[in-house]
């Protein structure tokens, strides 16, 4: 009668580490492909802002309201790529800190 507890009990944990197993890697995986997303992102965010910069550096000889606006508005584009790629960087040494 022990023996047969103690085989149901054997098989039944074997089946949930086998399942448990399964679920970790398969998550595993999914956050390894989310990071290099991440990564990725980053990467093109960092290109654009430095294009975005070499282009705001170049100085306008026409002074017309509408072309103050655009280069304005540039400005913003590219602090706003700053800031999502700033918290982005949080995220990514907020998941690598714990």
């Given at each position: ?17 086998m399942i448990t197993t399964y679920y970790c890697v398969k998550f ?23 294009s975005i910069s070499k282009v705001l550096e170049i100085p306008i ?38």
């Amino acid at each position: 009668m022990t023996e047969g507890i103690t085989i149901t009990t054997l098989v039944f944990l074997s089946i949930w580490c086998m399942i448990t197993t399964y679920y970790c890697v398969k998550f595993a995986k999914s956050l390894l492909v989310i990071t290099e997303s991440i990564e990725g992102a980053l990467d093109i965010l960092d290109d654009k802002y430095n294009s975005i910069s070499k282009v705001l550096e170049i100085p306008i000889f026409y002074d017309s309201t509408e072309v103050r606006q655009v280069l304005e508005d540039i400005n913003k584009s590219r602090d706003a790529v700053l800031q999502v790629a700033s918290l982005l960087g949080q995220v990514e040494e907020v998941n690598d800190g714990v």
